[in-house]
């Protein structure tokens, strides 16, 4: 009664703030939903998943036991989901979309106000890298709501005993969702340990890794490497490392363009730290460097974006932090302005879901001169949620034409049916188990993923072809040696 009392004593101002933060997290989700979609990757999982929970194991093809997916967290939750709903289209999507909501819900609480969220709430509904990976099917919206609560216990949380647990948990199932983000959370971690210095805080920060630590050693007890196989393809290359460093210079430039939000935040953030020298703040940022280092390092992505939307969760929870709870009514709405202005001059801002190159072509793939592709607006026509809302069959691809061809010929097969194939998503989900699938990017075959890459000048980020050993095919067919 005392805190119902206390809200109708605040000033308007403080009423209006809370209804734009409000306004400004309906129309966050409302754009995640407009531009929803699934990506072709999503079904690698997808396949994992559906022979999980009919008995096949955590493999990609039954026979063989093969970490196929970068996100074993994520795996877990959609495994879950899906042991209920037995369904992989609406079920992904929904899950996506309220881990979304409860990102945008931590980052509010995480802010010094209303007044701070509701800018910072508009500046992801107008991030095309942070909408366009709220969906997708991938692991993007777990890495963002694991984020979120970290930041809110970390920047927020009341000073008790057990804080350095649940940080040291939250990191943990963070990098349990996707393993490379850790580097996000390793200085803060560290950060905590410098300021307390106490061997009880050491003791609950390991504790705290516990999660990581289960998976790592059931890793290497049912696949044998404590790496997803796409560790192995994707990094296992040959290529040399100058090259990849430039490529990777490609994929941030290419992020730069997609959304001006992105440089924009990066910078107000840097600002932001040299003028209020927190330590608990810098210690955030200098995970987002160390993390923006690696994903240069490696070469970036084909999917343009995917790897910086978790910059943007980062970079938004520092910025709740800036007190502008006394500016007046004027001043507080000129914040919207910068916001509102760089989101309309992505080359595709949210409020739209196609550009009209694709309208026109739907079949071509949006990619730059370096095969870097806005994955999102190359797979829509095929998975895109407001197509099902209209009422069409989705998801739609000649991929599952040629899976039910392919899972026709294995049911007809006296032996082991494999085929070879690329781009292993869609068709391998539909094909079923039955089909025996070698992936050609080896992104799921654990043997090419150990070989030389086919060495090429127009080689495309994550996708590096395997040659075939003589006799492979066979001998996965056959069952007896015939390397």
Known sequence: MDGYRKSLTQPPSAWL??????????????????????????????????????????????????????HPLWMFLLSAATLFTHEFYVTPILLSLALTAICGILLWRTSDSSKTAAPLLLL????????????????????????????????????????????????????????????????????????????????????????????????LLYYGFPFPNTFYAKLNTGIPQAELWQHGWYYLQHALRFDPLLPAMLLAVIVFVLWRRRLDVAAIVVGMLLYLVYILSIGGDFMGGRFFSVLMVA??????????????????????VPVIILGLLAPLPTYKV??????????????????????????????????????????????????????????????????????????????GPQVHIVDRYALSDPLLSRLPTFRTYNWRIGHFTRPIPEGYLETLASGRNQL
Request: glycine content about 6%; proline content about 4%; overall charge neutral.
């Open 315 to 336: 970079g938004a929870g520092i910025l709740a932090q800036i007190q502008v709870s006394r500016l007046r009514l004027p001043q507080w709405a000129a914040l919207f």
């Open 17 to 70: 703030a809370r209804v734009a933060s409000l306004l400004a997290l309906l129309l966050m989700m409302a754009l995640a939903t407009r531009r929803a979609w699934l990506s072709d990757d999503a079904y690698i999982t997808f396949r994992t998943v559906d022979n999980f929970i009919n008995g096949y194991g955590l493999n990609w093809n039954p026979a063989e036991r093969v970490q196929s997916y970068t």
């Open 354 to 431: 196609l550009s009209a190159e694709i309208q026109q072509h739907p079949d071509r793939g949006i990619f730059d001169q370096h095969a870097i592709a806005d994955e999102r607006q190359t797979y829509f026509f095929h998975t895109g949620f407001l197509l099902a809302l209209q009422g069409e069959q989705m998801p739609q691809h000649w991929y599952i034409d040629k899976a039910r061809e392919a899972a026709s010929q294995a049911a007809a097969s006296h032996q082991t049916y494999v085929t070879p194939q690329i781009n292993i998503g869609i068709f391998g989900f539909y094909a």
């Open 124 to 219: 992801l509904s107008f991030s095309p890298i942070f909408i366009d990976f709220s969906t997708g099917g991938l692991e993007n919206p777990l890495s963002h709501a694991l984020m979120a609560a970290f930041l809110l216990v970390y920047l927020r949380g009341k000073p008790t005993r057990l804080r350095p647990l649940w940080l040291s948990l939250l990191a943990s199932l963070a990098a349990f969702n996707r393993l490379d983000t850790m580097l996000l959370y390793l200085p803060a971690l560290l950060a905590v340990w410098l300021k307390e210095r106490k061997w009880s805080t050491l003791g609950w920060l390991t504790l705290g890794q516990t999660p990581l630590v289960l998976w790592e050693a059931f890793s």
